[in-house]
């Protein structure tokens, strides 16, 4: 699963920006995975997770947490993104402990993700690598929007949102929290990361 790859920014804009996707393996232990899945995400709320979800009952930011955990069945794919190293650390230990026996990707700066994991005292196996955008790169949207739009990885938040949103925080009709959690709904995998949505929407409205 590697669609968490594609978030653009900066390398200095990165710092409190991480996701883990859990997923059973299909035909090898999918069956009775539900529970291990649940456990996961139980533990993303423990570890302070800014966003988590899965994707057939959307995230926690638009629904009820709780709702989002018990919707989950054998083989569901769930995710959660975190804004803090520490976090990240804390929940790879105690993945690490419990062994869940499920498949776990991290995405992030190769070397955070690195570090977090020595922490960890993991040693990952695989690593994936986005090689960027290719083709007419002109066409594309401005930069401070793709911020945004790629964080969400199936490509479900539109820059026409993304421009409501900036318009409507510029009008005074809206917060920047608020703001994020319109942007987070479309993605219900879970992986719009709050935190840095504000921040990336603040540097946006102060240029106007």
């Known amino acids: 699963m590697t669609h968490s790859l594609h978030r653009e920014g900066s390398p200095d804009d990165f710092y409190d920006d991480f996701t883990i996707i859990c997923m059973a393996a299909k035909g090898y232990n999918d069956k009775g995975s539900q529970d291990k899945l649940r ?17 057939e009952a959307g995230s926690a930011l638009v629904g009820n947490p709780e709702d989002i ?19 990240l650390v804390h929940i790879l230990q ?3 402990a419990e062994d869940l026996g499920m498949s776990i990707v991290v995405q992030g700066l190769i070397e955070k993700v690195e570090e977090c994991c020595q922490k960890a005292d993991l ?4 690593w994936n690598h986005s090689l960027g955008v290719w083709g007419k790169k002109e066409k ?4 401070d929007i793709r911020e945004i ?5 199936h490509g479900m938040v539109s820059v026409s949102l993304v421009n409501k949103m900036v318009s409507d925080i510029c009008k005074g009709k809206i ?26 929407l603040k540097r946006m409205v102060e240029k106007i």
């Open 69 to 87: 955990i018990e919707a989950v069945h054998d083989a569901t794919t769930v995710q959660a993104t975190f804004a803090s190293e520490d976090d």
């Open 94 to 96: 105690d993945l690490h």
């Open 140 to 143: 594309l949207p401005p930069q």
């Open 123 to 126: 040693v990952p196996h695989t």
């Open 39 to 55: 456990r996961f995400l139980r533990l993303a709320m423990k570890h302070n997770a800014v966003n988590f979800g899965n994707m």
């Open 149 to 153: 739009t790629t964080m969400c990885g």
């Open 175 to 200: 917060d920047y929290q608020k703001a994020a959690k319109i942007l987070a709904k479309p993605c219900i995998c879970g992986f719009i990361n709050p935190v840095r949505a504000e921040r990336i």
